[in-house]
């Protein structure tokens, strides 16, 4: 919790007032700039430039672009409700991160620009990219490296990346040396297999913990999650970033409320 400008808040308001009155009327000035509410709010520009490169660099990453990639490009751009303005960027922004030698390293800094540090920001940054990324089903080894690339630079944890692309229902694998795949799936060396897809939604891998985690962890994991997925931090975004938190949202409360049912959490 942030305390700095409540503690600087109080002592000038004691130093000005000389008055208990001074170190309440203090901290509180001090609480708000803590929160954020005093400071000045920097600009945010358009995420959808950036966003469609990132979705056209991932399509090209493991050799060529896919109808079906192209298809979830598409659909996005339906589900965002686009004006005919927005779209043609998007387009264009597209096909450029298709090209070879695009620069991808600044798209990542423009995504990480906009969301600011904001961690909601993030994930929805990565949870309109997960249907280009799963698009033709498992990820190759290149695509994989442009998402944790991604991630990184967001400040997003690869078991967060997990449990968002668990809600949509994809099984994660994470690359290792040799060619091994994480706990959340499997391939072939170079990519060649698809990752298990269990039959639903896990409701421990949205999570992001295992079936044999403690009740406490499993609570905590739901703690966090709902707190970072919450529709009304969201602040002004676009309608559809405000629906896919809502979407995120039921499903963490969903898996919670199933693995409750399984256990018989109170």
């Known amino acids: 919790m942030k305390v700095l400008g409540k503690i600087i808040g109080a002592l000038v308001g004691f130093w000005l007032f000389r008055h208990p009155f001074g170190i309440v009327l203090g901290g509180l000035v001090g609480h708000l700039w803590d929160i954020g509410a005093l400071r000045p709010q920097r600009a945010r520009g358009s995420f959808i430039g950036p966003l469609f490169a990132m979705a056209g660099a991932i ?4 050799g060529r672009v896919s109808e ?5 490009t598409e659909n996005l751009m339906t589900r965002m409700q686009m004006s005919p303005d927005q779209r043609a960027s998007a387009i264009e922004h597209f096909s450029a991160g298709k090209q070879a030698g695009f620069a991808v390293d600044q798209s990542i800094s423009e995504l990480r620009a906009w969301a600011g540090g904001r961690r909601d ?3 929805l940054l990565l949870d309109m990219l997960l249907d280009v990324v799963y698009a033709e089903g498992p990820l190759s080894p290149n695509k994989f ?7 990184a630079s967001l400040g997003v944890h690869e078991r967060e990346l997990a449990a968002l ?8 694998a994470a690359y290792g040396a040799g060619g091994n795949a994480g706990a959340h799936g ?9 990752p298990r897809q269990p039959p639903g939604k896990d409701p421990y891998a949205v999570l992001g913990v295992t079936r044999d985690s403690h009740e406490r962890e499993i609570k905590r994991a739901y703690r966090k999650l709902i707190s970072q997925h919450h529709p009304d931090k969201l602040g002004d975004v676009p309608d559809e970033l405000k629906r ?3 979407e995120r949202a039921r499903e963490i409360n969903a898996a919670y409320e199933r693995i409750r049912e399984e256990r018989g959490i109170k």
């Open 59 to 62: 399509a090209k990453s493991d």
């Open 186 to 194: 499997s391939y072939r060396h170079g990519g060649q297999e698809a």
């Open 145 to 151: 490296m442009l998402v944790r690339k991604l991630c």
């Open 68 to 72: 079906q990639e192209i298809a979830a």
């Open 244 to 246: 896919r938190a809502e």
């Open 165 to 172: 692309a668990a809600m949509r229902g994809y099984a994660y």
């Open 121 to 123: 920001l993030a994930f």
